[in-house]
Structure formats: C-alpha cells, structure tokens
Nanobody, 117 residues
Framework: QVQLVEFGGGLVQAGRSLRLSCVAS????????MAWYRQAPGREREFVAR???????VIEDSVKGRFTISRDRAKSATYLQMNSLKPEDTAVYYC???????????WGEGTLVTVAS
C-alpha cells in the first residue's frame, strides 16, 4: 500500500506558473502509474495527466501544452508543472497512484490551487 502527500498548491495570478509535488511512501513505485486529477467547485473529479514507471505520459486535452507531468524515482516524487494558468484551472488537485497489478487506486488528500484573474 502506498501513501501520497501533495505539496505546492496556493493562490496565483492568471498567466503565472505553479509546480505541484506528490511524494509517495510505502511501496515500490515501479508497480504504479502515477497521475494527477482535479476537482473544481461543484464539478466531478477529472483526469489531468498520468505517467508510467517507464516515463510515458498522457495529458488531458484542456491542459495540453500548458501542463507537464514528470517523476523522480530517487525521490519517489511525481510533479505537475502548470504554466500559463487560467482561472478555470482553479481546483483541488489530487495525486493518484494506480497499482497496475490489481487495479487498486490510492489518493492523496489534495492541494488547493486558486488562480486569480
């Protein structure tokens, strides 16, 4: 079982950048696909980006070209670099770990990102 803690949320002006970090502990992350999701007020949680242990990434269309996902195996960390932020990016951002052996999902508690116009 893996535990996830997110860092890096906060208030930022539109057009600026922010990097979120997710630090994992408790298991070998080579068995996990790491991802970021977000949930805006009044909306369902939605996929943002994911990265496999091999480094293959998928970025959701609405943030493609502005957001990138990466991971640092030595630090057991996964990052979400968010550039050119927009007010509609305001949400709680959640780190997710999918254990691809059995399909179990693990979630962090989330970090709030607020983008002011």
């Amino acid at each position: 079982q893996v535990q996830l803690v997110e860092f890096g949320g906060g208030l930022v002006q539109a057009g600026r950048s922010l990097r979120l970090s997710c630090v994992a502990s408790g298991d070998d992350l080579n068995h996990y696909v790491m991802a970021w999701y977000r949930q805006a007020p009044g909306r369902e949680r939605e996929f943002v980006a994911r990265i496999t242990s091999a480094g293959t990434t998928v970025i959701e269309d609405s943030v493609k070209g502005r957001f990138t996902i990466s991971r640092d195996r030595a630090k057991s960390a996964t990052y979400l670099q968010m550039n050119s932020l927009k007010p509609e990016d305001t949400a709680v951002y959640y780190c997710n770990a999918l254990y691809f052996v059995n399909g179990m999902n693990y979630w962090g508690e989330g970090t709030l990102v607020t983008v002011a116009s």
